[in-house]
């Protein structure tokens, strides 16, 4: 079956570490994969995505993923937090409908 | 940067009740979506449209629900008769290609309160 996991509900980082967002999937063929964020009170922004070439992604905001085919995963990462990017991270992927399969998201909190 | 813009942004409505939620997707854009959240939880897909007709439904989206494109701009989604359970926020999307080949665009959601 084709899925998405989130393994975290929530990932804590002080402000100024470096943060990982984990994401694994299950999916037919070649994945494509997408991260989107979103903050309180609003609808999900679009942050990169992978579909095929590097295997790091560079996207908004100075947030990359790396894809590993290997290890099936598609972690989103960024070197140094902000305050600012608290927020709700989901992965996708898209199944062989061109439909996006979503992760169950994980809440990101950067503390100062 | 164009927007999808849905309105209201929040609408109560008693239990039965039809409710009419609006969106004015990306006007470039060729595909569009409903999706639902519960509680800031997952993102649930409900419908994806194109070329004026239902390209793909999930298993919430029952007859209850229904989506017109009645003008050039605008991109509705009805409940006719509304359960409790259907509270929730509820996103209008739009993309150039198919999802899953291009980014969605969402809107800030609808908040939908059944009492």
């Known amino acids: 079956a084709q899925s998405v996991a989130q393994p975290e509900d929530q990932v804590n980082v002080a402000e100024g570490n470096p943060l990982t967002v984990k994401c694994t999937y299950s999916?037919?063929?070649?994945?494509?994969l997408f991260w989107y964020v979103q903050y309180p009170n609003r609808g999900l922004q679009f942050l990169l995505k992978?579909?095929?070439?590097d295997n790091l992604v560079k996207g908004s905001y100075g947030f990359e993923a790396e894809f590993n085919k290997s290890q099936t995963s598609f972690h989103l990462k960024k070197p140094s937090a902000l305050v600012s990017d608290s927020a709700l991270y989901f992965c996708?992927?898209?199944?062989?409908?061109?439909?996006?399969?979503w992760g169950a998201g994980t809440k990101l909190i950067i503390k100062p | 940067e164009p927007e999808v813009t849905q309105t209201p942004s929040h609408q109560v409505t008693q239990m039965g009740q039809e409710v009419i939620l609006r969106c004015v997707p990306i006007?470039?854009?060729?595909?569009f979506y409903w999706y639902r959240q519960i509680l800031g939880q997952k993102v649930e897909f409900l419908v994806s449209?194109?070329?004026?007709?239902?390209?793909?439904k999930s298993e919430i989206f029952d007859d209850q629900f229904s989506v017109e494109r009645p003008d050039g701009s605008n991109f509705t989604l009805k409940i006719r008769s509304t359960k409790l359970e259907d509270s929730a926020m509820y996103f209008c999307?739009?993309?150039?290609?198919?999802?899953?080949?291009?980014?969605?665009?969402f809107g800030n959601g609808t908040r939908l309160t059944v009492t």
């Open positions: 996708a992927v898209r199944d062989s409908n061109y439909q996006l399969i």
């Open positions: 006007s470039n854009h060729l595909y």
């Open positions: 992978y579909i095929t070439g």
């Open positions: 449209f194109y070329n004026n007709e239902i390209s793909e």
């Open positions: 999916v037919s063929g070649n994945p494509y």
């Open positions: 999307a739009s993309s150039e290609g198919r999802a899953g080949n291009s980014p969605l665009h």
